[in-house]
C-alpha cells in the first residue's frame, strides 16, 4: 500500500489514500482555505510539499508563483 498523502491545514490534517481521494477532500472540504499537501516522491525518497489554495469553486490552484491550477499528473509521477 502507498503511502498516504497529507493534508495539514492548522490541527485540522487529513490522510488521503489516493489521488482522487486528495482532489476530492481538497475541492470539498477544504474550498476558500489555503493548506498545504505532503507526499513521498517514489523518485528520491524526500518529502515534498506543495502549498495550494482552494478556490469557493472547487478549483485548487497553487499559492505562490503562477498561482496555476495545481498539476496532479506530475503529483501522480512523484508517487509512482
Known sequence: MPEPIQIKN???DRF?????????V????????????IYRSKKTGLLKTLFV??????VIKESYGQQAEV???QISEDLS
Not at 488521503?16 to 476530492?24: G, I, N, P, T
Not at 489554495?53 to 472547487?58: A, F, I, L, M, R
Open 71 to 73: 498539476n496532479f499528473g
Open 26 to 37: 481538497l475541492s470539498n472540504e477544504f474550498r476558500d482555505q489555503h493548506v498545504s499537501v
Open 16 to 24: 488521503c489514500a489516493s489521488l482522487e481521494e486528495l482532489k476530492s
Open 10 to 12: 492548522f490541527g485540522n
Open 53 to 58: 489554495s482552494v478556490e469557493q469553486s472547487g
